[in-house]
């Protein structure tokens, strides 16, 4: 997905989130410390979002990043073969609830990764 269709996408997920929440575009971009004329511009795709903005939307929404990755249809895990791994890895993993099963899932990755089975 190019950036411009992406943006338009990502805008049309966070104008709904935020009209799902009943909140106005002032009050969504004050409670993030910017002007409704920039939320105008994000939701209308004019302008990208940064992945701290993502993050603080995705906060305000009450989902994860991906979430809003996955909705607004930038699907990472469509990718060739091989193609970006470590990143797929990394959303799946924070993506999991309980934070010991996190936590043993990355021990057991970090094992394989440098006691040699993992090659």
């Known amino acids: 997905m190019k950036a411009a269709a992406f943006n338009k996408a990502l ?3 966070i104008r709904s ?3 799902a929440r009943g909140l106005r575009q002032e009050d969504l971009a004050a409670k993030l410390g ?3 004329q920039q939320m105008q ?3 209308a795709g004019t302008n990208g979002c940064s992945a701290h903005l993502i993050t603080l939307l995705a906060n305000s929404f009450k989902m994860s990043p ?3 990755y996955d909705r607004a249809g930038a699907n990472p895990a469509k990718s060739q073969p091989g193609e970006n791994d470590g990143f797929l890895a990394a959303r799946y993993v924070a993506r999991i609830k309980n934070a010991k099963l996190r936590r043993d899932f990355v021990d057991f990755a970090r094992k ?3 006691d040699g089975a993992g090659g």
């Open 11 to 13: 805008g049309a997920v």
């Open 17 to 19: 989130e935020r009209k």
């Open 34 to 36: 910017f002007s409704y």
């Open 41 to 43: 511009k994000y939701e």
């Open 66 to 68: 991906a979430d809003l």
């Open 112 to 114: 394989l990764a440098y």
